[in-house]
Antibody, heavy 118, light 110 residues
């Protein structure tokens, strides 16, 4: 079964850092582009980042540029998002998702909650 | 990058058809055929319903269809069913090599 499983969420103070892993199963991660999408409590979806398939090109939303990075470990079949200088408005459920091509996300994880608060 | 514009809510009776619009600009919706639509039920992950403006993933009902004219994309759901009640989001690739989502539309089946 094709699945994505995020982890690493939790409570972090403003200015702090977190790394979110997303473990893929049922498919080979480096054959697909991948992305991260977040959803603040009671709000809509916001695209955060993406990484190309074998090319490894990365793309970031302006709201996180310079603070977040996206990477993958093909040997572990795992996607990562490193989040630094976290702010209160980064509080959200973070979903990792597989790109089917067409810049569309066809497989989603269950999400992991990140709360930035003192 | 500003969010794509969607109506906050739409409603319809079972069996009816509804259309949700998604308005962008010549830098996103109007520039590429990379418009997608997602369905999200409460406390669930989004589900891809339409990609590439008009394409349905395997397993998605043919009651769902997509189209585009200029800078506006649309999702039409025909033969409304109670299970269609959910939030719907459009998204588009942009000239800035980013992805932008719409603000979301709450569909109520009356």
């Amino acid at each position: 079964e094709v699945q994505l499983l995020e982890s690493g969420g939790g409570l972090v103070q403003p200015g702090g850092s977190l790394r979110l892993p997303c473990a893929a199963s049922g498919f080979t991660l480096n054959s697909f582009g991948m992305g991260w999408v977040r959803q603040a409590p009671g709000k809509g979806l916001e695209w955060v980042s993406a990484i190309g398939d074998n090319s490894g090109s990365t793309y970031l939303a302006d709201s996180v540029k310079g603070r977040f990075t996206v990477s993958r470990d093909n040997s572990r079949n795992t996607l990562y998002m490193e989040m630094n200088s976290l702010r209160a408005d980064d509080t959200a459920v973070y979903y990792c998702a597989r790109s089917s091509g067409w810049w569309a996300f066809d497989i989603w994880g269950q999400g992991t909650m990140v709360i930035v608060s003192s | 990058q500003s969010a794509l514009t969607q109506p906050a809510s739409v409603s319809g009776f079972p069996g009816q058809s509804i259309t949700i619009s998604c308005t962008g600009t010549s830098s996103d919706v109007g520039a590429y055929n990379y418009v997608s639509w997602y369905q999200q039920h409460p406390a669930k992950a989004p589900k891809l319903m339409i990609y590439g403006v008009t394409n349905r993933p395997s397993g998605v009902s043919n009651r769902f269809s997509g189209s585009k004219s200029g800078n506006t994309a649309s999702l039409t759901i025909s033969g409304l069913q109670a299970e269609d009640e959910a939030d719907y989001y459009c998204s588009s690739f942009t000239r800035g090599s980013t992805v932008v989502f719409g603000g979301g539309t709450k569909l109520t089946v009356l």
